[in-house]
């Protein structure tokens, strides 16, 4: 090939596929998430099942909120308070309240998971609806 040839080549392959979305990695600085093609890692993955399993019908599928409990994707707290929050529940005075989940095996290992996959969606690198898992 001409230099030429192969430069244009070599633009229209990586631009385009950055460009394009495809094969775009997103990792979170603080490393919770990390996100390929789209598709995310094993910890982010259970986040979403597990937020699945015991968040959404208050805060709304994919972390969006509803009508009883506020959006966790809008304005996300950092790590320290997230934990608290979720190992310890919450009430701010009001008829809503949230338990703590520090004495539920189910959810009291994986609340670090869990804030992988709503920092992945507050940044944007997860979409809405089930995501598609990274291979291990
Ligand atoms: C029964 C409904 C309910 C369930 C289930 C629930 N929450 Fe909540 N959550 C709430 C309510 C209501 C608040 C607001 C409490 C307040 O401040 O008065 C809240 C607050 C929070 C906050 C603080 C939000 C902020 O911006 O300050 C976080 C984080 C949170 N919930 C995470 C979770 C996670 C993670 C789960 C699942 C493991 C969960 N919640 C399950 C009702 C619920």
């Excluded at 968040?55 to 969006?64: E, F, V």
């Amino acid at each position: 090939m001409h230099r030429l040839q192969y430069l244009v080549w070599f633009a229209v392959v990586f631009f385009g596929l950055a460009g394009g979305g495809t094969f775009a990695e997103h990792a979170a600085a603080d490393g919770f998430y990390r996100v390929v093609d789209g598709k995310a890692d094993a910890r982010t993955y259970n986040g979403y099942r597990r937020y699945n399993a015991g968040c959404n019908h208050c805060h709304g599928p994919d972390g969006i909120g509803s009508s009883f409990a506020s959006s966790l994707v809008d304005r996300p707290l950092g790590i320290e308070e997230f934990r608290r929050v979720v190992r310890n529940g919450r009430s701010s005075g009001g008829a809503s309240v949230m338990k703590g989940f520090g004495d539920d095996p189910n959810f009291a290992p994986y609340i670090d998971d869990i804030y992988a996959y709503l920092q992945a969606r507050a940044e944007g690198a997860l979409g809405r609806g089930r995501p598609q898992r990274l291979e291990p």
